[in-house]
């Protein structure tokens, strides 16, 4: 039987996938929003998602749901706490609201508590590289604190049941065979033990410059990501097309488009840009910014050029994307294709975040940008995942 997960704050599910991808099994997700939910539950079949906030669903209740109070590995990314303005006071209890008003500290406390619940044998938060020296280290150092005091009573006494494996690494996706930069911190925590969780090891290599690195894989680049992707226009609607080309693919390509039917591939619609910004896209040439176009062609589209110097950006076929965020919900600017004047489509910055083609976003457009965006890369997921089961199988 396959070791068993819960995905907290699960998004669309770029988590889940990956560790699906490596072997585990989904069986439960919670997510605040309605249609993303939707998105995890068709993607993780076996998987009860519910959406809702977390802190008004007890760890209890979703036992109910997903049918088990055991679980062999618990993920998610809650918010960044902010527990360094408040210093060390009062963390001992994992429920304890006390901490701080601030919906980001109950957030990750909520995180915690299902932890308490649950008990799972090994445990990963995900987030922002910065969780770890904001304020000097302090929300880091806290939250390790509260991780390890775990088990302990209300007043410290007792035995804490976790330890943080440490250091604490920040990975970047595009070592693991994502097309693109994306740095994410990866605090994992297990039960005491004598075995040891290793993170994984880059499998591709990118800007190291050592002759062991160069013995891995290069990185997966933008042409990779999309080149065999639909032909497609500024504001297509089309969301089902055919692949461009199904044969002479690169290992990338062929990897993503084994998740497939084999012949189409879904949610390849594109935004529409505004008129001004059409006249400018082809004024840019790959890895251009807004700053690198002459003041004439800015005029176009005037943005305020002291904060605004990459408001528009050229993708560079042979090289890996720059992060893809969840703003690309809201303008694609920063995602223009390489040799087209549009932005990119839904589909082709998931092919950037590696979710492989069977994957299906639920929503309008704007919505399924925004989950694309807020992902963890399934590939990266997937490497955490075998490190996380070569942890448990010692
Ligand atoms: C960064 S995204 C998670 C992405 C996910 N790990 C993935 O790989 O696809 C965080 C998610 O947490 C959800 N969220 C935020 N506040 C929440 C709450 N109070 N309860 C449950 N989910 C929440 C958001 O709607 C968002 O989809």
Redesign the pocket.
């Known amino acids: 039987m396959s070791y068993q997960f819960i ?12 560790l699906e991808l490596a072997g585990f099994e989904c069986i439960g997700g ?4 309605e249609v ?1 939910a939707k998105t ?1 539950q068709l993607n993780h079949k076996k998987s009860k998602t519910i ?5 008004e ?1 007890p760890p209890e209740k979703f036992a109910e749901v997903i049918g088990t109070n055991h679980v062999d590995v618990i ?5 960044c706490p902010t527990f360094s303005t408040i210093g060390h006071a009062k963390i001992r209890s994992v429920t304890g609201k006390s901490v701080s008003e601030d ?1 980001r500290n109950q ?1 990750f406390l ?1 995180y915690l508590r299902y932890v308490d619940y649950f008990r799972p044998e090994i445990f990963v938060i ?1 987030n922002v590289p910065n969780f770890i020296t904001k304020y000097k280290g302090k929300i880091f150092n806290t939250a390790v604190e509260i991780i390890e005091n775990i088990g302990k009573d209300d007043e410290g006494n007792g035995e804490g049941i976790y330890e943080v494996v440490k250091p604490v690494q920040v990975v970047n996706a595009v070592y693991y065979g994502v097309p693109q930069t994306r740095r994410r911190m990866m605090l994992v925590a297990h039960k005491k033990s004598n075995k040891v969780f290793e993170y994984p090891k880059p499998t591709h290599y990118y800007d190291q410059e050592d002759e062991e690195s160069k013995k891995l894989k290069p990185c997966n680049t933008v042409e990779d990501a999309i080149g065999d992707l639909p032909t497609i226009t500024d504001n297509w609607r089309i969301s089902e097309m055919p692949y461009s080309k199904t044969e002479g693919l690169t290992e990338y390509q062929r990897l993503m488009q084994s998740y497939g039917n084999g012949k189409t591939i879904k949610n390849n619609i594109c935004r529409m840009s505004n008129d001004r910004a059409k006249r400018v896209f082809p004024h840019m040439a790959q890895g251009s910014i807004y700053m690198d176009l002459p003041p004439e062609i800015r005029q176009i589209l005037p943005f305020r050029e002291d904060i605004f110097k990459d408001r528009l950006k050229r993708l560079v076929m042979k090289e890996p994307s720059w992060t893809v965020i ?1 703003h690309i919900g809201m303008d694609g600017y920063m995602y223009i294709h390489p040799t087209e004047n549009r932005t990119l489509s839904v589909r082709e910055a998931a092919r950037i975040q590696s979710f492989p083609d069977d994957f299906e976003f639920v929503g309008n457009q704007q919505e399924t940008y ?2 694309v965006g ?5 590939l990266l ?1 997937k490497a955490i995942g075998e490190s996380i089961k070569q942890y448990l199988e010692g």
């Open positions: 995905d907290l704050f699960c998004g669309a599910g770029g988590f889940s996938k990956g919670i997510e605040l929003k993303i995890h959406f809702g906030d977390i802190r669903i993920i998610g990314g809650p918010p919906p957030l909520e995900e969840a925004v989950q807020n992902a963890v890369p399934p997921g």
